[in-house]
């Protein structure tokens, strides 16, 4: 519908491209974890990795640029592949190792700031910014957790949708105070991926209430 | 798209408010019986507010109304901010309690009959508005449901989706046959309303099958 | 939106009616399988028949079909009905057996072909056609199995989603070679039919990874 012109390579593409990678490499991994079937693997990665784009252009009322992009799928498929051809070859590669971990933590930081600049493109709100961009970071994630029947880890485990908000928020004040697209997007990608890192890295918990 | 204007403050308006806030209340309360997070119950809220809407929105083709509208936003924070105080105080709030359950009913009820409107609105066949009221009124739920790893209380436990099928029913029977909105609405919310608080106060079942 | 015109009865309409019926009644008997009250097996029949198109018109950004065509909602009524009988006059049908699998099948093969159709109407790539077919086949199966609670069985159980798959391919290649629509169509069908049913017969399976 509204899409913005994204002549030659923006900034967006490469955040979506790099997150697309990521994700799939994460969610393939996750599904081989669980004993799937190699189809069941490629589905995990592939909707780990599509979920968030998919969402994001759902709630924004476009055709969702997964479906009509073809370099998307390449960066997809490889991501997958590289997953399998890892677990193949009898690489132990559990979830919570730092190889699957820094990934997923580029892909929300990275899938953050797409879905904050095009709610930003769409005219939402505030908090249309921040739910967008949470949903686009998380939701690929969420819907594989559904998939496999678990209680997404955005709300049990950690400091992980978190990132993506404080991201987002970074981005939405630098952009309402007129700084412009690049210096957003940047702090945007820095916050989520410092917030993630440091989450991991000193096992950050958010507190329970009650 | 072909969102109608709401001058002003509509009946549309008042009742998708009562929703947000009443659903946005019961769904943080769920989560933090459920023992997660701040962010876990922060987003059962929310998600239990806007699930039905952005339903509703999606189903229509228009970009969901609480990613672009503020009040919205502020409704449902105030919803989670009672429950979080509510709990953090110590009172023990069950989900079978009345202080939960009449909200849950008025979200129910309000819910079902912006989708009532909506649907009917957009030009849906009958159905349509049975469908567009259903998944609105109960989508949130189903979704908090699905995100905590539970069977949708609305498949298993009680006389509840069938609450918002009868309002939206009255709803739809009366405005074929010529009554204003007004009249439409009022009785799509009584009805939804009544059958629910009667569905509790008696312990209303559906049989089951077989 | 972009809806094209389906004059008199189109091989969109028979096969969308086909999978409706097919689905409304596996969906059902499933519920009755899990013990549902009266709603809850109708909410299920009626979501394993709609979820798979309704995700389809989401996907290319139009209002579902089944929510303004009345013709949709009588077939899946009567799917879910005559499933009710089946079971309410004391026959066993466990979810394995032909009765219940054939029809499922064929649901299968018929929406895969609408998937794969309308993402060919709305441009998308040849990797949307797919996504397409595989979700409007599949769709509706793993929403259901999500409502109880289940691991959707497209992912672990068999050769399923791959049979919507291949035939969606079938489709592509013969579209994109210049060959008439009916004939992609009919390729689709025969193909996921086909593979569908040799898997069930000799309970073929994908091998899992690692």
Known sequence: MTAPPFPSVSAFDVLNWLGLLAFAFAGALDGAD?????LGVAV????TALGGGITRDLLVN?????LTAT???LLVLAGVVAAV???GN???LSTDSPAVQLPDAV??????ATGAIVAWDSGLSAFGVLVCAMLTGTGGGAIRDLLVARTPGILVEDFYATCALAGATAFWALRTAGAPRPTGVAACVGVALALRVLAIRYDWHLPTVG
């Open 34 to 38: 669980e004993g799937l079937d190699v």
């Open 44 to 47: 995990l990665g592939v909707v």
């Open 62 to 66: 476009r055709t969702p640029v997964a």
């Open 71 to 73: 370099v998307d799928v």
């Open 85 to 87: 051809l890892l677990v």
């Open 90 to 92: 009898g690489r132990e």
């Open 107 to 112: 892909g929300l930081a990275a899938f953050a």
